[in-house]
T-cell receptor, first 112, second 115 residues
Framework: GEDVEQSLFLSVREGDSSVINCTYT??????LYWYKQEPGAGLQLLTY?????DMKQDQRLTVLLNKKDKHLSLRIADTQTGDSAIYFC????????????FGKGTTLSVSS | GAVVSQHPSRVICKSGTSVKIECRSL??????MFWYRQFPKQSLMLMAT?????????EQGVEKDKFLINHASLTLSTLTVTSAHPEDSSFYIC???????????FGQGTRLTVV
């Protein structure tokens, strides 16, 4: 089945760019997702990318997908202290495309 | 985005008792609800998928008699942890999806501590 791996921690300075990486094993996922979880809050969908795309940009967020290497990344430009959170990448694990499997999450710490 | 309300946000219960967690979709009809469990520093693990009016489909290794899931309406799903034990202490989070929309909306999560 699908397995999703991501690094656990990332620390950046305010104003720098953050790049969170994720690798996955199952190339059949139609969509790949990035979620953000702030302390005590539910998961918030940040963005998603179709498997037939290489890149998607949404304001400060850029998602890059390398299908050959099964590598997904999320770049946050001009990182702010409010971006401090846990970021999860997720892929689809069922044929209906409705159930997700998540990576362990990357804790992003932004210092001023 | 749509809102999924999950409560309680925190619950402490005694070993051997049962705990019910509710997940409500406030402004959409969640035809499918998912329940996840998250251990500290570990990934979210899908426990079960439930479609309104049907029995839940449990992932391998999840005891269906211990984690009772009910999805009797399009706006409410419940997870009951029966005869809870300390090893059931975890963060449980639900999500709802309307149809086959790409986005699943998540509740705030419930921190269960069994003492």
């Amino acid at each position: 089945g699908e397995d999703v791996e991501q690094s656990l921690f990332l620390s950046v300075r305010e104003g720098d760019s953050s790049v969170i990486n994720c690798t996955y094993t199952d190339s059949s996922s139609t969509y790949l997702y990035w979620y953000k979880q702030e302390p005590g809050a539910g998961l918030q969908l940040l963005t998603y990318i179709f498997s037939n795309m290489d890149m998607k940009q949404d304001q400060r967020l850029t998602v890059l997908l390398n299908k050959k290497d099964k590598h997904l990344s999320l770049r946050i430009a001009d990182t702010q202290t409010g971006d401090s959170a846990i970021y999860f990448c997720a892929g689809v694990i069922n044929q209906a495309g409705t159930a997700l499997i998540f990576g362990k999450g990357t804790t992003l710490s932004v210092s001023s | 985005g749509a809102v999924v309300s999950q409560h309680p946000s925190r619950v402490i219960c005694k070993s051997g008792t049962s705990v019910k967690i509710e997940c409500r979709s406030l402004d959409f009809q969640a035809t499918t609800m998912f329940w996840y469990r998250q251990f500290p520093k570990q990934s979210l693990m899908l426990m079960a998928t439930s479609n309104e009016g049907s029995k839940a489909t449990y992932e391998q290794g999840v005891e269906k008699d211990k984690f009772l899931i009910n999805h009797a309406s399009l706006t409410l799903s419940t997870l009951t942890v029966t005869s809870a034990h300390p090893e059931d202490s975890s963060f449980y989070i639900c999500s709802g999806r309307q149809g086959l929309n790409t986005e699943a909306f998540f509740g705030q999560g419930t921190r269960l501590t069994v003492v």
